[in-house]
């Protein structure tokens, strides 16, 4: 009786840090780009039209079941009798201070990866109809719309968590970080705002990394763009949208006018 209360503490405990972990980071991103810079800077938005407020209310409603489906997971991986067939660690000496924090950006390429094929495999007619459907009823994404998953996409999705313990040695605080940049990296996905600079797009290192605008296209045509956190698997299996570089140098372009405007005495002097 003593186990499973503590067990029903420690899955209270994970939920309410992935609850939280959604709402904050998602709520401080609505209330920055949709609340108080609305008007202000409503030319870097991608798509300059706004979300319908009943659009909000759906996607904030699917995260939350997404959140607890995540909850439910890293539970059972790391919280319940399974844990043992995993390489996972508790003791945080057992591998080095070099090691916890390389593991860390081995998850996200190992991430990468995984929602590539499984994003790809979720656009297949039958996948796509009866469940990643829920996701692509955002065609003008919201920060809200970051987990905004069917319960079987969230299964899927989640996946993640049950891999990487089994692949590589990970410690539940470095896995816990990682989930973090995963989250702040998937409401910038779901901005509506591009937060890159100007042709970042063609840049050397810029035009390996995913931005805004790319996913962004993603849900207003509904294919190509399949890349989470970086575009090596879109560039070499040639499922970049065609126009990616024209619409971020169009956004682009729109936040530069933005700015000489606001700093007119600026942008005289640099055309002399």
Known sequence: MAHYLVGEKSFASLLTVVLLRYLI?????????????????????????????SDYGREIGYSLLSSVIFA?????????????????YFDITAYSTTYFVASIFLMVLL??????????????????????????????????AAMAFHPLEAVMEAGIIVVIPFVMPV???????????????????????????????????GR???TS??????????????????????????TLHPDYDQKYDEVGNRKKVEREQDHPRAASSSAV
């Open 111 to 144: 991430h990468d990866t995984y929602f590539y094929w499984t994003h790809r495999l979720m656009h297949r007619k039958a996948w796509f109809r009866i469940v990643h459907r829920v996701h692509h009823r955002s065609t003008n994404p919201s920060p809200w």
């Open 208 to 210: 390996w990394i995913n």
């Open 25 to 53: 980071l998602a709520s401080i991103a609505f209330l920055i780009f949709y609340g108080l810079k609305r008007r202000s800077w409503v030319s870097r938005k991608i798509q300059l039209l706004f979300p319908d407020r």
């Open 72 to 88: 439910v997971m890293g539970y059972i991986v790391f919280l319940t009798p399974l844990v043992k067939y995993t390489r996972a």
């Open 213 to 238: 605008v790319n996913h962004n296209m993603h849900h207003e045509y509904c294919m190509g763009n399949y890349g989470l956190y970086f575009l090596f698997w879109d560039r070499i299996m040639g």
């Open 171 to 205: 410690h539940p605080m470095a896995i816990g970080l990682f989930l973090l940049f995963m989250m702040i990296y998937n409401v910038y996905g779901h901005l509506g705002y591009e937060l890159y600079p100007a042709h970042f797009s063609k840049r050397s290192f």
